[in-house]
């Protein structure tokens, strides 16, 4: 007796091989829709990231008792590129070039005391704010630090060779921390570039028990109204 193998159906081959290649397309779909998830994802990042907010740690104790050392804020980039920068203002930079403390690329944060077209000076552990062809007015400054005895710490500058009163240029800034004895700001190194500003701290969210927003203080005597 001879046996004969049974032919293959062709409707079932079929079925199967159609069934394979739909499969790989729903695979292969599936995987394109992933990659492509990913690419969005990554575009809206970098967006908001370079163009409307970032995320920053503080890794100084320049700001205390404004900022603590460890903190995590967020920086606002796309409200100055509209209204610019105020008094008050605190702002994260890049440290100028030159100076030895851009070495380790970490950006600086500090407090925006003079604006562009300002003259600032320091007298007797105060500071004083000439705008334009005005006559300088002192200005009130509650955010410093204090002394053991409660006194506000003077604004004295860390330099032997401290010029007391810098001519603030076009797109320039005067900042110095809140910690005016431990701060490395524009007393050392000079002004502040507008370039090299990133943004405006806006927002502390971690640790949770001072999450809130960064307010700007007033400074009447500058009638920061007419500016």
């Not at 599936?30 to 690419?39: D, G, P, R």
């Not at 704010?129 to 506000?152: F, L, M, N, Q, W």
């Not at 330099?159 to 910690?179: A, H, L, Q, S």
């Not at 999450?211 to 920061?224: C, K, S, V, W």
């Amino acid at each position: 007796m001879t046996y004969v193998p049974a032919e293959s159906d062709p409707d079932v081959d079929g079925a199967h091989a159609n069934s394979g290649r739909a499969g790989s397309r729903r695979a292969l779909g599936c995987a394109f829709e992933v990659v492509e998830t990913l690419v969005l994802t990554l575009l809206i990042y970098l967006v908001i990231h370079n163009f409307v907010a970032q995320p920053f740690e503080v890794q100084q104790s320049s700001m205390f008792p404004t900022i603590v050392n460890g903190e995590y804020i967020l920086i606002d980039k796309l409200t100055p590129r509209f209204g610019g920068y105020e008094y008050g203002d605190v702002v994260v930079f890049d440290p100028p070039s030159g100076s030895g403390l851009d070495a380790q690329g970490i950006p600086f944060i500090k407090r925006i005391i003079g604006m562009p077209g300002d003259t600032v000076s320091l007298e007797n552990g105060r500071v004083f704010v000439t705008r334009g062809t005005g006559s300088p007015v002192r200005i009130e400054e509650p955010y410093v630090v204090t002394e053991a005895d409660g006194s506000t710490a003077p604004t004295i500058c860390p330099r032997e060779d401290c010029p007391r009163t810098w001519i603030i240029g076009d797109k320039e800034y005067f900042v110095m921390g809140d910690n005016r004895p431990h701060s490395q700001d524009s007393r050392l190194f000079g002004l502040v570039d507008e370039d090299t500003i990133l943004g405006r701290a806006w927002l502390r969210y971690f640790p949770l028990e001072r999450i809130g927003l960064m307010e700007r203080p007033d400074y009447p005597a500058l009638d920061t109204e007419d500016r």
